[in-house]
């Protein structure tokens, strides 16, 4: 729900405004089920408090989890699990628009204890961003991934997608610092690093959830 900008982005705080175009259904059921809680709030008193999660990251993260929804994005929807599968078998990682997107990427340890303040000492009707602060471009993401998985293949640069405008984008953890205590500890490389060895360690249960959906990836080409 950030402003969408591929200049220098600002860190996005939970009063920004909030645009009514967007370019996905998922982003679009996010702020619905915002609209939803925010009704129950107001007429029924549900004490609800809103997290908006940035880009969760980290081991058990299987690719291909669950049923197939009609194109490889069931395979390859996350970018982090898709990049070191990728590496660890030396392939090249594909950078739309030369990966110069950007986003805040938040390991899923931190995220749980971010849940947790929020139930905690959160206040109703109120929204909290779950963020590191931080802004990663993709490029620095897949380069990152490539040391840490000792991969020799260099990336693939690729133009811009026709429909895609999602830019540059972190979030202001000023709100979730100074009301919920909340902050998040664990590096960029640190996650990564624990994600890739979770990774190593499960590659034949990734394999297998990757396999139950090569019959229909295959009928598509």
Known sequence: MAEKTFEDAVATAEDAPVSMFHDSPYSISKLIGEF????????????????????????????????????????????TPTFVWKALHHEALPLDNGGNASRDFIFVEDMARGLMRCAQAGKAGEVYNLASGAETTIRDLAELINELT?????????????????????GSTEKSKRELGFEASVSIREGLARTVTWTRENTDLIRRSIGQHDFFMKRLG
């Open 36 to 79: 939803y809680g925010n009704y129950y709030f107001m007429r029924h008193g549900l004490p609800f408090v809103k997290a908006r999660f940035q880009n969760v990251y980290g081991p058990r993260e299987i690719l291909g989890a669950g049923r197939w929804r009609g194109t490889a994005h069931t395979v390859w929807r996350n970018v």
């Open 150 to 170: 000792g991969n020799p293949t260099p990336v693939d640069l690729r133009p811009a997608r026709d429909w895609d405008r999602s830019g540059k984008r972190f």
